[in-house]
C-alpha cells in the first residue's frame, strides 16, 4: 500500500471492480478533478495479471484472488460458495464471461421502485457507449466503447456445444444469432468479453495504461476499508482496517453487493436495531442488506463421450426462455450449456453442463454483520427458492434440461447424465443449490417514498451528504442476465448524470 494520508482526493472510489474502474475512467477524463481508486486486492498492472485471471476458462479465479466467502442457500442447502473477486478489475476478472446486456422489460422493473428518470431508451445509449463489439446490427450495438465485446458463432463452439444449440431449435426454440438484439428468445451462441482467448475485464480495458498514467488518478491496491469516516453527519473519508484515515471531498463505495453493505452497516448505516446489537452508532437508518436479491443455479452435467472430448471455449451457448409461470414479457429461466465442470468429475474426463439458472426470482434475502470486524465475512443468506413460484419455475428449468439432454441431436456427444441422476428431483435441487454469482439490492436505489431506498437514482445515501454507492448493490431487481455489462452500464450512466450533466 503507498501512503494515502496526506493524498486528499476530490473522490475516493472504494472498490476497483466492475463499477469502480469505469467511475475512475470516467471521473478523470476531467483533469481538475482527482481521483484515488482503493483496491483491497492486489492492483496488478496491465501486464501483470495471472493466468487465473486472464483465462476466460478459469471460473472463480484462484484462492488468492477471491474474498473466501459462502453463503445460506436454503433451507436444505445451508452453506455454498459465494465466489466474489479480490482484485484491480473485480469480479469481471473471475467471472464466464457472458456479456449479455438487461433487457427492457428489466428496467422497467426498477420504475417500480421510483426510478422513472432510468428510461429504456437512455439505459440502451448507454450500452451502446459502453460496448465495443464488430458484430450485430448497428442500431443495436457499439462500436467503439472501452467494454470488448465478441458474439461466439454456432460454428467456434465445440461439438457438444452445437448439439445443445441443434437440440433446443429441434425443440422448437428459436435460434438467436445475438442476444444483444431486438429478439434475445431462444438457442445461441454467447457474446463474451473474451478477446483472443484474454477475458477482458475492466482492469485492462477501462484502466488501461494511458488510463493509469493519468496525473489526477491514483490507484492503491491492498487497501481494505473498514468504515467511512464522517463530521457533521457528512462523509469526509474512510477509515482502513489499519486505522489509516484517508480523507475525501467525496465518497463512492463501489466494494460490491456483499462489500459495499458491509462498510455501509460498520459505518453506521443500516437497521437501527441491528446496529444497536453491535455497538455501532447510528448514522442514518436505512434498510442496508435487507432485501437482497440473487439468482438459483443448479448443475445438470453429463460426461462426454471419449471421442467428443473438446471443451474449448469453456462458455459458449445458451437457452433463453420465459417459464410456463413467467410474468408478461419476461424471460426467466437460463439453461446455459459449458464446459466450467472439472474434467476429473467425469469417468471419460470431459463434462457438458447445461445447468439451469432462474434469473428472475421472487425470493429475496439478506445480508447482516457478524461483529464490526471488517475481516469477519458477513451473514449472506440467499433464501433461495424461498417462494413457492421459484421452486415450480426452477424445477421447469431442470426438467427441460434434462429434456434437452436426452434429445438425440444433443445424446450422441454424451456418455451418461452426473447430475442430477436419479435422486429425487426436488430434494437434489434443493440441496445442491448454487449461485449464479449475481447479487443485487444491497442498497438499492429507489425514489424517496419508496421503504426500500438506500440511495436516489444516482447513487446518493439517503441523508448523508458526501457519500455515494455506486455498484451492483443498487440494482434494486436483478436483470434477467449475468450482471457484469449491467453493473458498468450503471457506473457508466451515473458518471454521467451525476458529475458530467445529463
Known sequence: MSDTRNHRADVVIVGGGAAGA?????????????????EAGRAYGVDGYT??????????????????????GGALRPEMIAARAKVLGGCTAHNATTAMRARPSDILDWHRHGL???????????????????????????RTGPFPIRHHQYETV????????????????????DFNGPEPAGAGADPVNVV??????????????????????????????????????RAVGVITDKGVTIPAGEVILSAGSYGSAAILLRSGIGPSADLAELGIELVADL???????????????????????????????????????????????????????????SPTGGAVTPSIALVKPDSRGTLTL???????????????????RDMRRM??????????????????????????????????????????????????????EHPWTVVDSQGAVKGVPGLRVVDASIIPVVPSVAISPTTLMVAERIAKTAYRGS
Open 22 to 38: 469505469v467511475l475512475a475512467y470516467r471521473l478523470t477524463e476531467d483533469p481538475n478533478r482527482t481521483v484515488l481508486l482503493l
Open 51 to 72: 493466468d487465473d485471471l486472464n483465462d476466460p476458462g478459469h471460473v472463480p479465479a484462484a484462492e488468492e484472488h477471491e474474498w473466501g466467502y459462502t453463503a445460506r
Open 116 to 142: 422513472e428518470d432510468w428510461t429504456v431508451e437512455d439505459v440502451m445509449d448507454t450500452f451502446r457507449t459502453l460496448e465495443n463489439t464488430p458484430d450485430g446490427d448497428d442500431a443495436y450495438h457499439g
Open 158 to 177: 465445440t461439438p457438444s456445444l452445437q448439439g445443445f444449440i441443434d437440440a433446443c431449435v429441434e425443440e422448437g426454440y428459436p435460434r438467436v444469432t
Open 196 to 233: 483472443d482467448g484474454v477475458r477482458q475485464h475492466t482492469g485492462l480495458c477501462y484502466l488501461t495504461e494511458e488510463v493509469r498514467n493519468r496525473p489526477n488518478l491514483k490507484i492503491s491496491g491492498d487497501v481494505m476499508v473498514d468504515h467511512v469516516a464522517f463530521e457533521q453527519g
Open 287 to 345: 434498510p442496508v442488506g435487507q432485501h437482497m436479491q440473487d439468482q438459483p443455479f443448479y448443475y445438470n452435467a453429463y460426461a462426454l463421450k471419449r471421442e467428443y472430448l473438446q471443451m474449448t471455449p469453456k462458455v459458449g451457448a445458451l437457452l433463453w426462455l420465459a417459464s410456463s409461470e413467467a410474468h408478461e414479457d419476461q424471460l426467466d429461466l437460463h439453461i446455459t450449456a459449458t464446459h466450467l465442470t472439472p474434467p476429473e468429475y
Open 370 to 388: 457478524r461483529s464490526t470486524d471488517p475481516h469477519e465475512q458477513p451473514n449472506i443468506d440467499c433464501n433461495f427458492l424461498f417462494e413457492p
Open 395 to 448: 424445477l421447469e428449468g431442470v426438467r427441460l434440461s434434462r429434456k434437452i439432454g436426452r434429445h438425440p441431436a444433443m445424446a450422441k456427444f454424451t456418455e451418461l447424465e452426473i447430475l442430477p441422476g436419479d435422486d429425487a428431483l426436488e430434494q437434489a435441487v434443493a440441496s445442491n443449490l448454487e449461485s449464479y454469482g449475481h447479487p443485487v439490492c444491497t442498497a438499492p436505489m429507489g425514489g424517496p
